[in-house]
Structure formats: C-alpha cells, structure tokens
C-alpha cells in the first residue's frame, strides 16, 4: 500500500531539522533569499538525498534533483525554502518535503511512473528581500528581466550581485536554465495561506487559479491647518478624505464579491506630518486588487477610481493614483485539475476546488505552458508569513499521497 510507505515522521521530522535554519527567537524563521540560511537549507536536503540521485545546481542555484536525469520527460515537483522575515516553518519548505517524501515513496512501490520525477527547489520566491516574488522559477524558465535583476535589498545589494556573491554565474536572462521540452508537468504543494480549507474542513486544496494583482499607490493632499484654529467648514482634511477612500475600496469589493472573483484590500495607510493638534495635508495608502479573472478586475478597479475621483472632487483634495503592478491571472491545467481531483476523489480525502490568492513557483511554469497543478493543505486560522503557521499532521499525509499519486499517474500528455 501506497499509503504505508509514506512517513509523515520523516517529514516532520525534516520540517523540525529545516526550522533550526534561521530560527528566529519568537519560534519563527528568517531565511531570505540568496543568504546563507537559504544555501544551508538547500544543503540540508540535498543531504538528505540518496547517493545515487543526480543533483544539478543551474546558473542562478535552482536545485534539481532525479535519478533519471536522461529520461525523455519528468515531472517536476517542488516548491521554494526562502521565507520573509519571522515566517512559519512551513510555507513553500513543506512543498519541497513532501514532494522529496512523495518522491521517495513512489520509488518504494512496484510501479514505474510514466514520467520519473525531478525535485525542484527553487530560490528566491519570497519577495521580502529584493520585492521581487518567484525569482528562482522565472529564472528557471527564462522570465526574467534586467530590470528586475536589478532589484536591490535594503542594503542596496542587486539581485545579481547576490547571486553572484552566493556562487553562481547567471546567464542569458532570457534563457531557460531547464530543457522545457523535458519537464511533462509541474506540480506543488504549498500551505493555502488563507482560512477556506480551515473553516470549510477540508484536507486539501485542489488550485483552478492563481489570482493576480493590480496595484496602486494613492496619495491625497489637502491642506495643513491648526486643529483648533481651522473651522469645520475651512478644512481641506486629507486624512478624513482618505478614509472615505478606504471604505469605498472596501465597499467595491464586497459589493463586486457576489458577481465575480475579487478581493480590494488597503493594507496600509500613512498620514504623512500627523499629529493630535493638526489637520492633515497628506496621507499615502496602497491598493491591491486581486482576481482570477482579468476583465472582471479590470472592471473593479475602474470603479475604484472613478469613486476615488468622486471623494476627491466632493471633498475638494488633490487625488494622485500611481499603478504599481499590473499582473496576470494564471489558469491551471484543467487535465491536471481534474486527475488531481479524481485521485482525491479515490482516497476519499476532503477536498475543494478553489483558486488561491497568493502567487506561486506554479503560475510560472503554466505560463510558459508546462501542465501545471496546485495542492494546498490548510492554514489553521488563515495563519502564513508568521511563527503560529500550522497545519495538519492528516493533511501533510494526505497531500503527499496526492502528490505521489499524481507522479504515478504521469504528465497529462504522457
Ligand atoms: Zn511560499
């Protein structure tokens, strides 16, 4: 039986090992990308490989590893071991080891897969360090832009010279480090990083698609006046105006959520020169627009700023709306989908079709064309980026059994 020979003690056991990496004191971890914390991490599971396994490191230190690196095709399973700043234990290392896990297994049992798998790490997901996500898989597949590898840190350090500096020689940018042809399918499990499969119950989490974001940064200008001295009537107040703004993006996506697939957040906001005694000429907010459908957010985010406009005009304050990102939403494989959900079917798991909110490796690979799918096990409470991430040891089983499912059953197209 496939399902005895999977260890979710070993797993967990791993996930154990791999929190000691960059542990930080309030139980989280911080390995950013392109650090010592990530090459470690890395090191600790190519370690944790058989000898006999080909481990190959490409220009910008994606790790592949397979016993069968001449094969015609593979199917490529993995996920990232970066995280932010004081993240959970969990995140994309719980995609590499139960995919090394699924791996693993499927090698113990008395049938070939159509395709033998490739484990994919991939660097650099996170964008905490440079604010540039998925950098390692969009290297991998030739995305990448100069301009984006030019990225700095905090400390004013590009992407490229960070790569360098941890020892590798990147390429041609616009050059695949992987012989497409050769990957037959991708496939990741990742923690949901929201509360659906937590408060729906379910175990596991198959993704239709991946919402992308556009995003603006607003800034509202009023004018500067004494609190005490400036009657109602003769204020010009941009923190009063901004909140009306705020709301309105709240009210939009509420509104929008029953028609269609959309989520409007303002995460942030800044009242720039603020203070008790003073009415506020300046404040600063964010907006994020998420969808997996691109029409449909288009037509969210115009209502947004015609209202914006509105509030401005009625509130007589000066409105500046710069566009920060302007993403793709990403449709997974629907053959991909559908074997997913047939073998969740088959061991009776809890599973939902849902699309996720975040961006992952996997939109990569199905934007080049790749047959790509997408397992998420639950976040208790909704909890990522944070120490408390936890999920389930049932979900951890269940989700790795999927995933060596799938790699037995082989690449849509195989
Ligand atoms: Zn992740």
Known sequence: MLTDRIDTDRIERRLEDL???GRTDGGGVTRLAYTQEEERAIEYVVDELDDDVTVRTDSIGNVFATREPDAEQSFFVGSHLDSVYNGGKLDGTLGVLTALEAIE???????????PPTLAIFRC???SRFGQHTVG??????LLTVEEFSAVDEQNVPLWQAIQQAGFQPENLSEPTIDLDRVGAFLELHIEQGRVLD???NDLGLVSSIRAPVRYHVTVEGDEDHSGATPMTMRRDAVTAASEMILSVERIGREAHDDGDVVATVGDVTAHD?????????VSFPIDVRSNDVDFRDRVEEDVLADLEDVATRRDVSLETE?????DPVELDGRMIESLDGIAESMDASHRVMASGGGHDAMNF???GVPTGMVFVPSIDGISHNPKEETTTDAIAAGTELLARAILEGPPSA
């Open 19 to 21: 929190w000691e990496i």
């Open 105 to 115: 297994t499927v090698e113990q049992v008395d049938e070939t897969p159509p395709a």
């Open 125 to 127: 997901e996170e964008s």
């Open 137 to 142: 898989s969009r290297g991998a597949l030739g």
């Open 199 to 201: 408060e729906t119950d």
């Open 274 to 282: 603020g203070a008790i005694n003073k009415v506020c000429g300046s």
């Open 323 to 327: 566009l920060l990102d302007r993403s």
């Open 366 to 368: 199905q934007h080049v």
